[in-house]
């Protein structure tokens, strides 16, 4: 059933995970390999380098002080994954910044979540 999902999702993808996707995907990120849609447990990553456990979400408003996505960084942490989360306006409006952070994140031993509501 999520791969099905998955593969919806792929079909219907937002603006900004348009953009973000074709700079991840083929390895153009630092010969990093994503994924998009990944199903993962009962969720569905936006986008996934599974080699380093990192998952990257691309937000709209609706994740902003959300439960769910909160019981969702839980469970994948404790499946030993780290997050970035990003906004979909921030993706649009500064993707070189965004695809520099996600570079920066997977060249580093940090284990620590990212998210845009954590920024200054």
């Known amino acids: 059933m999520a791969t ?9 993808m937002t603006e ?6 074709s ?9 990093w390999k994503f994924r998009r849609q990944h199903p993962l447990g009962p ?7 599974v080699e380093r456990r990192v998952a990257v979400e691309a937000d709209g408003g609706q994740h ?22 990003f906004w979909n306006s921030e993706i649009l409006q500064n993707t070189d910044g965004v695809l520099q952070e996600i570079l920066r994140f997977l060249e580093s ?4 979540p990212f998210s845009p509501w954590e920024k200054g």
């Open 64 to 85: 902003a002080g959300s439960e769910h996505d909160r019981r969702r960084t839980l469970w994948l942490e404790g499946q030993g994954w780290r997050l970035m989360r």
């Open 16 to 21: 900004a995970e348009r953009r973000l996707w």
């Open 43 to 49: 969720y569905i990553l936006d986008f996934a380098c």
């Open 4 to 12: 099905v999902q998955a593969r919806r999702l792929r079909q219907a």
């Open 23 to 31: 700079a991840l995907r083929g390895r153009r990120l630092g010969g």
């Open 109 to 112: 031993p940090s284990s620590q």
